[in-house]
């Protein structure tokens, strides 16, 4: 998916990836970027990987993309969960990434509000959903519509769940790939860190950051203090709304009268 005409940027999905979900986020980068969009294998219309789900084959996909595209160099945007998938993209190709735009990444398990309790708990049934047998118990109860909030429940004391009614849509029809690697991609929100990484090369890379100060799932504080000592050209602003991720999808129209001045910041923030 592509929108815009400006310098090339690519968007990098965030846990659930479908491209509707994202088609008034890319018209709105638009008006600065030629903005690229791609589903994580297993989401949506694409095809799972042929093994088992994991960061660097995403990072592969970028590079696979960029050169479909024809493009040396590209900035590169993450959200949320997706920040995972995005740094482990800048670690392995720093000479693809002109500039980094993050917003409420999630950089280690460490930044993850919950308790030692809570995830320790997690990490104890990773093995448990991870087997087929039990994916297909999910997959049922995620289908009925009688149930289904049953699996939202537990979702919620894994996290702070927010708009909660489309992630019930999404679970009624939550495909069996896509299942699989939502649990992978938990597993590396479990356990991530990136704090012993050698950031030389990725360092260099312009970063612009954004994220509320009231971040309810991920510590704002520890996610500044880790970016900052990390890229040396490090530009960040901070909002103070009380979600993590807006709490609807708003249109394009939206999104360019309230949201506008984040594109104004990123001609501040980054080289283009």
Known sequence: MKYGTGKPLIIF???????????????????????????????????????PFKSELVARTFADFADYLKLETVNVMGF???????????????????????????????????????????RSLLPLISKTQVQKLLLRTAHNEKTVNLLIDFLKFIGHLERTMEIRNTLLKLPADTLNTVI???????????????????????????????????????????????????????????FHQLPKEYDYQYLKKNMGGLLRSLDQGISG
């Not at 965030?14 to 970027?33: C, E, P, V, Y």
């Not at 990136?194 to 612009?208: C, H, M, N, V």
């Not at 040396?232 to 103070?240: E, G, I, L, R, Y």
Request: charged letters at 20%.
């Open 13 to 51: 999905p965030a846990t659930i990836s479908r491209l509707h979900n994202w088609t008034n986020l890319l018209q709105f980068m638009g008006d600065k970027f030629t903005s690229y969009f791609f589903e994580l294998p297993g989401h949506g219309g694409s095809s799972s990987f042929r093994v």
């Open 80 to 122: 949320s969960f997706g920040g995972i998938l995005t740094l482990k993209t800048v670690m392995a190709y720093p000479e693809r990434v002109r500039s980094l735009i993050l917003f409420a990444p999630c950089v280690s398990y460490k930044a993850v509000r919950f308790s030692q309790n809570r995830m320790a708990v997690l």
């Open 184 to 242: 992978a991609e938990i597993r590396e929100i479990l356990t991530v860190d990136f704090a012993q990484e050698d950031w030389s090369r990725a360092g260099k890379i312009p970063l612009y950051f954004g994220m509320s100060v009231n971040d309810p799932l991920l510590n704002f504080q520890f996610t500044l203090d880790f970016l900052k000592s990390r890229f040396n050209n490090f530009k960040s602003t901070s909002f103070d709304f009380p």
